[in-house]
């Protein structure tokens, strides 16, 4: 083994995040499964990677129509693959919690509610104006006011 090979060798055993499946800085990444739920009256058809990566890290917080934007999240989002996250263009899911936290404790804005169960995350976007939620799992019923919101597979950097 040359030492080029052993220094990457080394690299990536002492620095597992560097893994290239995660892909390069800049670089494209495949989307993941992931699915968006919100109700039927919030003023919108589908979303780009753009708009998710807004509603997740703005303190804008007021949707169109003057509904308070609530963000729900299914717990395995945040502790599991962040593979989600970096197809939006972020480095890693801290990099938005760290954010979350900040906005909670200084009050701009609630952090995202976060769920263990794909049917009270339902419950909670169908009783709350204004919610949406992202969940890992594809729901296969949803509540009468409840909707999937489609996501567009747009690239994340286009002139749109």
Sequence with gaps: MGFRALFL???LILFPS???EKGWPGEQVAQPSFWVV???ALPLSS???KQILHILKT???IWGNGDAIRVALLS???TGDDHWVQWLGVASIDTLLSEWIEADLVQDWPAPKRFDNLNTLLEFV???PGAIGF???QPSTLPPNVRIIPIQEKALHSSS
Excluded: C, Y
Aim: no cysteine; hydrophobic share 40%.
């Design 9 to 11: 060798f080394l690299i």
């Design 47 to 49: 979303l780009t990677p």
């Design 76 to 78: 395995n989002m945040v």
């Design 135 to 137: 969940s890992s799992t």
């Design 38 to 40: 919100g109700q039927k």
């Design 59 to 61: 303190d804008d917080r």
């Design 126 to 128: 169908a009783r709350t």
């Design 18 to 20: 560097l893994i290239l």
